[in-house]
């Protein structure tokens, strides 16, 4: 089976796409087969994944890049409304399966040498009434790197983010800075200082503000190389 992992953030808008989707080519570049999933999105009116599709589209992949897996596999659960999962599967009806959800990741990630999959929002989102997505990431015994929304206030939500983590015995392999956000760039060099400092959680790297991925591709081709060091 492969190594597989999850992308978290500590909230909302914290950069997981465009990580995974970098992510993605770093591990290409290495002549690995990679695939991504997201588990469940919201917001999408399309009844797809736009956050899968702007990783394959950053590939220049289609959906049905990699024999034997279908859009199902990429993305098992997608909503219109734009919310937390446990409403937006609310406002249709629809219940989120877990056991399928493990049953679609074990069937994708059985024919990759690597699987990424991107969480939705934090760690803490509800998926329905009784479960929430770190639940799921524990249940599956997934390790995590958690992509860092470095702007005032990423103290507090990294912090945060990695207790939730730990108190369940969940694998953090490392942090991901996203830089692309206006804030005092001393703010957050010393964001990256003090949050390893106090989590004992090393970064993995810093993504800066880029206008293309591919512009940046040594900088997650590194990532990728210590991320497999680690799974």
Same mark, same amino acid.
């Given at each position: &089976?492969?190594? #597989?992992?999850?992308?978290?953030?500590?909230?909302?808008?914290?950069?997981?796409? =465009? =990580?995974?989707?970098?992510?993605?080519?770093?591990?290409?570049?290495?002549?690995?087969?990679?695939?991504? *999933?997201?588990?469940?999105?919201?917001?999408?009116?399309?009844?797809? #994944?736009?956050?899968? *599709?702007?990783?394959?589209?950053?590939?220049?992949?289609?959906?049905?890049?990699?024999?034997?897996?279908?859009?199902?596999?990429?993305?098992?659960? @997608?909503?219109?409304?734009?919310?937390?999962?446990?409403?937006?599967?609310?406002?249709?009806?629809?219940?989120?399966?877990?056991?399928?959800?493990?049953?679609?990741?074990?069937?994708?990630? #059985?024919?990759?040498?690597?699987?990424?999959?991107?969480?939705?929002?934090? =760690?803490?989102?509800?998926?329905?009434?009784?479960?929430?997505?770190?639940?799921?990431?524990?249940? &599956?015994?997934?390790?995590?790197?958690?992509?860092?929304?470095?702007?005032?206030?990423?103290?507090?939500?990294?912090?945060?983010?990695? @207790?939730?983590?730990? &108190?369940?015995?969940?694998? %953090?392999?490392?942090?991901?800075?996203?830089?692309?956000?206006?804030?005092?760039?001393? /703010?957050?060099?010393?964001?990256?200082?003090?949050? *390893?400092?106090?989590?004992?959680?090393? #970064?993995?790297?810093? %993504?800066?503000?880029? @206008? @293309? /991925?591919?512009?940046?591709?040594?900088?997650?081709?590194? &990532?990728?190389?210590?991320?497999?060091?680690?799974?």
């Amino acid at each position: &089976m492969s190594k #597989s992992f999850v992308v978290v953030g500590t909230d909302t808008s914290a950069g997981k796409t =465009v =990580v995974c989707a970098g992510l993605f080519l770093g591990f290409r570049s290495l002549g690995l087969d990679v695939g991504i *999933q997201k588990w469940v999105s919201t917001g999408d009116p399309f009844g797809f #994944s736009k956050d899968v *599709q702007f990783v394959l589209d950053t590939a220049g992949l289609k959906r049905d890049y990699f024999p034997g897996i279908t859009e199902r596999h990429l993305n098992p659960y @997608s909503f219109v409304y734009p919310a937390s999962p446990h409403f937006s599967s609310r406002l249709v009806s629809r219940r989120i399966d877990l056991k399928e959800i493990r049953r679609l990741w074990k069937e994708y990630a #059985s024919l990759m040498d690597v699987l990424i999959v991107e969480g939705i929002g934090g =760690v803490m989102v509800p998926l329905d009434e009784r479960h929430l997505l770190v639940d799921l990431i524990r249940e &599956m015994r997934l390790p995590v790197a958690v992509v860092v929304r470095n702007a005032l206030g990423a103290i507090n939500h990294s912090l945060l983010t990695l @207790s939730a983590l730990k &108190m369940r015995g969940i694998k %953090v392999l490392g942090l991901i800075f996203n830089d692309a956000f206006g804030c005092n760039m001393d /703010i957050k060099k010393d964001n990256v200082r003090i949050i *390893q400092k106090l989590s004992g959680v090393r #970064s993995l790297g810093i %993504v800066p503000f880029m @206008s @293309s /991925i591919r512009d940046y591709e040594a900088v997650f081709r590194d &990532m990728a190389k210590a991320l497999i060091k680690k799974l």
